[in-house]
């Protein structure tokens, strides 16, 4: 089996654990997994060093950029088209909405789209009621 795990960045912290581990698992029971991430750092490099393979996906951003989010959907559609993953597994809310936008415009797609939430940006404590909004929608 393959699959592709997509997460914003690389920083270590609950996220990027949590999708170490699987990646992690995943190679110790012989599947082959791919990571799509915005940026090199301690995920990338322990991803790789258990066998898996890692693409950095320069135009991800954390914030909101509407270039940048085009590009990344345009990178990570021609990925999955490119790798055939049998699932893609997004991480983190940014990664949430490029992947599934770029997996919805696939036709005839033969693989699974999985959305793991690791926090919400709409919940109490975001200042911004635009951003709140947006991202709800």
Same mark, same amino acid.
């Given at each position: 089996?393959?699959?592709?795990?997509?997460?914003?960045? =690389? /920083?270590?912290?609950? #996220? &990027?654990?949590?999708?170490?581990?699987?990646? *992690?698992?995943? +190679?110790? %029971?012989?599947? @082959?997994?791919?990571?799509?991430?915005? =940026? /090199?750092?301690?995920? #990338? &490099?322990?991803?790789?060093?258990?066998?898996? *393979?890692?693409? +950095?996906? %320069?135009?991800? @951003?954390?914030?909101?950029?509407?270039?940048?989010?085009?590009?990344?959907?345009?990178?990570?559609?021609?990925?999955?088209? *490119?790798?055939?993953?049998?699932?893609?597994?997004?991480?983190?809310?940014?990664?949430?909405?490029?992947?599934?936008?770029?997996?919805?415009?696939?036709?005839?797609?033969?693989?699974?789209?999985?959305?793991?939430?690791?926090?919400?940006?709409?919940?109490?404590?975001?200042?911004?009621?635009?951003?709140?909004?947006?991202?709800?929608?």
């Amino acid at each position: 089996m393959k699959i592709l795990y997509f997460i914003t960045t =690389s /920083e270590w912290g609950g #996220a &990027s654990r949590y999708v170490f581990d699987l990646c *992690k698992y995943e +190679i110790n %029971k012989g599947n @082959k997994v791919y990571l799509a991430v915005g =940026s /090199e750092g301690l995920l #990338a &490099s322990k991803v790789r060093n258990v066998g898996g *393979k890692v693409y +950095i996906i %320069k135009s991800v @951003k954390r914030n909101i950029s509407p270039l940048n989010d085009l590009k990344s959907i345009i990178m990570i559609r021609s990925l999955v088209k *490119k790798l055939k993953p049998d699932i893609v597994h997004l991480n983190s809310s940014k990664a949430g909405v490029i992947g599934r936008l770029a997996c919805q415009s696939i036709a005839n797609k033969k693989f699974k789209v999985i959305f793991t939430v690791h926090g919400w940006s709409f919940t109490d404590g975001i200042p911004s009621a635009l951003k709140k909004g947006f991202i709800v929608l």
